[in-house]
T-cell receptor
């Protein structure tokens, strides 16, 4: 089966600019996650969707970050305006619908964002 | 609040030697723990989860609630085990809280 797809793979922007990332989960996976991974750290969950509803966005900096998952499939994550500290790899993951016996999350390749 | 500690950022072992990657956690609820691995130029992927009690690629991990640990072990390291390893704690609704990771290098 095809894996989680993300685009773009790399993005360089100046601070105060806007940027958007796209994710296409594995077909049939109802749950979608966005993580931020800063260099030298583990991934940190930003937001979790189940279908097109938000399950958890407690770690999302809502003053500048937004995410949506229209129609319960693809998702976009936006940063507006970007700050230097937003430089990170943004990972998208998907999993089967919770509750489920399988808690495995399948990760995409990530988008590396550099804010200058 | 939850916490996952991986005390070693870097770990080097010789091929054929035993390897242990340490993970300690702090969590008020009933812990569900995982090890994820990222090989060079590949995606982050699940290695094993404590609930399944399985051995994957020769790796095992036992949940020790008394010591709040979930160390990853392999009796004989192979070169292809070189990778970044993350310990992760599920904090509810399938949310994962990751440690900072340990980069394992197996020296030929």
């Amino acid at each position: 089966e095809a894996g989680v797809a993300q685009s773009p793979r790399y993005k360089i922007i100046e601070k105060r600019q806007s940027v958007a990332f796209w994710c296409n989960p594995i077909s049939g996976h109802a749950t979608l996650y966005w993580y931020q991974q800063i260099l030298g750290q583990g991934p940190k969950l930003l937001i979790q969707f189940q279908n097109n509803g938000v399950v958890d966005d407690s770690q999302l900096p809502k003053d500048r970050f937004s995410a949506e998952r229209l129609k319960g499939v693809d998702s976009t994550l936006k940063i507006q305006p970007a700050k230097l500290e937003d430089s990170a790899v943004y990972l998208c993951a998907s999993s089967l619908e919770i509750p489920s016996e399988s808690y495995e999350q399948y990760f995409g390749p990530g988008t590396r964002l550099t804010v200058t | 609040a939850q916490r996952v500690t991986q005390p070693e950022k870097l770990l080097s072992v010789f091929k054929g030697a035993p390897v242990e990657l340490k993970c300690n956690y702090s969590y008020s609820g009933s812990p569900e723990l995982f090890w994820y691995v990222q090989y060079s130029r590949q995606r982050l992927q699940l290695l094993l989860r404590h609930i399944s009690r399985e051995s994957i690629k020769g790796f095992t991990a036992d949940l020790n609630k008394g010591e709040t640990s979930f160390h990853l072990k392999k009796p004989f390291a192979q070169e292809e085990d070189s990778a970044m390893y993350y310990c992760a704690l599920e904090t509810g609704a399938n949310n994962l809280f990751f440690g900072t990771g340990t980069r394992l290098t197996v020296i030929p």
